[in-house]
């Protein structure tokens, strides 16, 4: 089952306006979320992360927004720029266990275009 | 800077072939996966390796097997390539954190 969704596969604005792409999960156990963004044939690359115990973080024109009780999360892009053009995965980590690490679930991404 | 390479950019097999995909990273990452991107269903976790020689299943690793011998290097191994496994190909490395760093990924063709 997917437990990390994106359900628009696509999203279109016009330069200088805000760009808000969304993102749902049903694990309780997250316990960070990530943006990813991509380029083709580009690996991902980290863009704004949010511990599950915040319900903000901002880092210059991005802005993420956690609704833990709706088990949801948003990416907000203000002013969207055409280089902002590209594929946008969410992503919802688990810790590994024993290990000091953790393993991300991804979400199926939205293709944001930004119009000039 | 993190640099995480991967052997090839693209690469073309024939089914029933036995192909190698190579990643190395140069930070000294415990942490190493696999996954596949396919159109429509994001990245899923193949395999990964939280340390030399140790290796975890992720959610889809039915045709896959990795070795991790030297801690830089984490390879995949498909063991009879299939037509089903024409995807982009991407290793990605962390140390623990949560932030994954990423390779630039294998575009796989299998005819």
Redesign the interface.
């Given at each position: 089952d997917q437990q990390v969704k994106q359900n628009s596969p696509s999203l279109s604005v016009q330069e200088g306006r805000i760009s808000i792409l969304n993102c749902d999960y049903t694990n309780s156990m997250f316990d960070y979320f990530l943006w990813y963004k991509k380029y083709p044939a580009e690996g991902p690359t980290f863009l704004i992360s949010i511990s599950s115990i915040k319900d903000k973080n901002e880092d210059g024109r991005f802005t993420v927004f956690l609704n833990k009780s709706a088990k949801h999360l948003s990416l907000h892009i203000v002013p969207s720029q055409p280089g902002d053009s590209a594929v946008y995965f969410c992503a919802a980590s688990t810790p590994l266990g024993e290990t000091s690490g953790s393993r991300l679930t991804f979400g199926e991404g939205t293709q944001l275009t930004v119009n000039p | 800077d993190v640099k995480?390479t991967q052997s090839s950019?693209y690469l073309v097999k024939r089914t029933g072939e036995k192909v190698f995909l190579e990643c190395v990273q140069d930070m000294d990452h415990?942490?190493m996966?696999w996954?596949r991107q396919d159109p429509?269903?994001?990245?899923?976790?193949i395999y990964?390796s939280?340390?030399v020689k140790m290796k975890?299943k992720?959610d889809i690793p039915e045709g896959y097997s990795v070795s991790r011998e030297k801690k830089e290097r984490f390879s995949l191994i498909l063991e009879s390539a299939s037509t089903n496994q024409t995807s982009m190909y991407?290793c990605?490395s962390?140390?623990?954190a949560?932030?994954?760093?990423?390779?630039?990924?294998t575009?796989l063709t299998v005819t």
């Open positions: - | 995480v950019r415990e942490n996966f996954y429509g269903l994001g990245l899923r976790l990964f939280y340390d975890e992720g991407l990605a962390t140390e623990g949560y932030e994954q760093y990423f390779g630039p990924g575009r």
